[in-house]
């Protein structure tokens, strides 16, 4: 019997897009062995759709057009009996497209329309199991705000902050940066849906302040302004399961070279190919047991309010004098998909993207094992006519 197919769907229209190719590089590594077949769907910065073998390969990343030009242009549709497929579009009189039956989707995106719902809605549409977050999860996980204001309201601690629009703060600059200087000596400003350390920098005078956002707004138009933590120790863990049932990885205290992680610390080492899995750390992090189990329940908590799914890794912040932590954000589709925590369970990534896709297929099952539609004809003749005399009883 031939494996049921699976696409990972990667790149995107992201600031993150080369982030996620390296963990895209790994996911079809980890496949190869598996009991699927694993099939690359390759989405550009323009946002057109390819597919094909040279996708397979990393070194073929480094001239993009030159990829894309030998490279397959691909949809999502449907055959007539409902199945969904993913076909490949060619031109020419002899030329004959591609069929390939799904049986589930890995998105491997960071960051923007692949991680924030919309291309999990695409699958929606299409009836097609996919790993990872749901919409609602997903687009949540995506808006630091809302997230945290969420886990605020479930009593999880966050730290003290603003948020602001691009117009708010062309409107009101001199009352946002007051707001700012009283969050204390120092502040972190962030884009509000971006990942990866993208236009994070911590500031500490209004110049700078002003510095930072200018920047930050050129990746978001929505950003949020946080107290800085000092002495700041950065603990994250990843959770796996569903918003009901899920389990806990070891915690990891990533190491980096500047005050706050940075993008460079994340992906620019000298195995940078390897994604965040070359970045530094130190696993299982090197602080107290009761910490460590506190901040591992935290995660949890997070992971279910946000009603996560799949595999997501959560980071949080710890005051390094008193232990005090804060929930930070969530990662739905974190870098190399946080293999590297799992290990210390003896979870392979092979093992993990295999768990994923079974979550996945279960989830969509029990899903369209739900009522799908009414058994009503709202357009046969009774029912118009029904419609017509609410017209006239206007």
Not at 43 to 57: A, M, P, V
Not at 189 to 216: D, F, Q, R, Y
Not at 340 to 357: D, P, R, V
Request: charged letters at 20%.
């Amino acid at each position: 019997m031939s494996k049921p197919n699976v696409i990972v769907a990667f790149g995107g229209v992201s600031p993150e897009h080369e982030v996620s190719v390296l963990t895209a590089m790994q996911v079809l590594a980890a496949l190869e062995d598996s009991s699927y077949r694993a099939i690359p769907l390759y989405i550009s910065k323009s946002g057109q759709w390819y597919t094909g073998e040279i996708l397979r390969d990393l070194k073929n990343y480094k001239d993009l057009n030159k990829l894309t030009a030998t490279a397959s242009p691909c949809v999502f549709t449907r055959l007539s009996d409902g199945r969904p497929v993913l076909k490949t579009l060619v031109s020419g009189i002899f030329s004959r497209s591609e069929e390939v039956p799904i049986y589930a989707v890995l998105p491997a995106f960071h960051g923007s329309a692949g991680e924030n719902g919309s291309f999990q809605g695409i699958c929606e549409v299409y009836n097609i199991p996919y790993t990872g977050s749901g919409v609602m999860g997903s687009a949540i996980g995506m808006n630091k705000v809302i997230a945290k204001q969420l886990c605020k309201s479930a009593g999880i601690p966050v730290v003290n902050g603003i948020s602001f629009s691009e117009n708010r703060w062309v409107d009101e600059r001199d009352q946002i940066l007051g707001q700012i200087k009283e969050l204390g000596e120092s502040a972190i400003v962030k884009p509000v849906s971006l990942g990866s350390s993208i236009g994070v920098e911590i500031v500490k005078n209004t110049e700078e302040a002003e510095t930072a956002i200018e920047t930050a707004f050129r990746y978001d138009s929505h950003l949020m302004v946080e107290q800085a933590i000092t002495p700041l120790v950065e603990i994250n863990c990843s959770v796996l399961g569903t918003p009901e049932k899920n389990r806990v990885s070891v915690c990891e205290r990533p190491m980096g070279r500047e005050e706050l992680l940075s993008f460079a610390d994340k992906y620019q080492q000298d195995e940078g190919a390897k994604g965040m899995a070359s970045a530094d750390r130190v696993i299982p992090a090197d602080i107290a047991p009761e910490l460590a189990e506190s901040i591992q329940d935290t995660a949890k908590k997070v992971f279910s309010t946000i009603q996560a799914s799949g595999l997501a890794r959560l980071d949080f912040l710890v005051d390094g004098e008193t232990n005090q932590f804060y929930f930070n954000e969530i990662n739905t589709i974190p870098g190399s998909f946080s293999f590297y925590l799992w290990k210390e369970s003896n979870i392979s990534f092979n093992n993990l993207m295999e768990e994923l896709l079974s979550i996945a297929v279960d989830q969509h099952q029990k899903k369209n094992g739900r009522v799908q539609s009414y058994e009503t004809n709202l357009l046969s003749q009774k029912a118009v006519k029904g419609m017509k005399g609410l017209k006239t009883s206007k």
